[in-house]
């Protein structure tokens, strides 16, 4: 059974940094294109950083230069490091994993539909 599962999230104020960690059990993600997506309230999921299965990484403009995505070494766990965050940040951060593709094109890798995993979400909150 597949599972990702994220921890890492939590309150901090703007400028300030977090972690978030995504571990997946229960199949070979190495060959999978993972993301991280967000979801503010009254607002769509959306996109901010994906990584296909040979390491390249994507980032929408929102986050790019602040945020990074990476995987460890066995492609077991993800990460998000978020640096000099902002209160538009602020929204509840999901992983997902796309078992059918290691790489997506540019129409794709930040469409949710893409992704056929998900994780139940960590809440990251940026005050001012």
């Known amino acids: 059974q597949v599972q990702l599962v994220e921890s890492g999230g939590g309150s901090v104020q703007s400028g300030g940094s977090l972690r978030l960690s995504c571990a997946a059990s229960?199949?070979?993600?190495?060959?999978?294109?993972m993301a991280w997506f967000r979801q503010a309230p009254g607002k769509e999921r959306e996109g901010v950083a994906s990584?296909?299965?040979?390491?390249?990484?994507y980032y929408a403009d929102s986050v790019e230069g602040r945020f990074t995505i990476s995987q460890d070494n066995a492609k077991t766990t993800l990460y998000l490091q978020m640096n000099n965050l902002k209160p538009e940040d602020t929204a509840m951060y999901y992983c997902?994993?796309?078992?059918?593709?290691?790489?997506?094109?540019?129409?794709?890798?930040?469409?949710?539909?893409?992704?056929?995993?998900w994780g139940q979400g960590t809440q990251v909150t940026v005050s001012s």
């Open positions: 997902a994993a796309a078992d059918w593709a290691g790489s997506l094109g540019l129409l794709f890798r930040f469409l949710s539909g893409s992704y056929n995993y």
């Open positions: 229960g199949y070979n993600f190495s060959s999978f294109c």
């Open positions: 990584i296909d299965s040979n390491g390249v990484t």
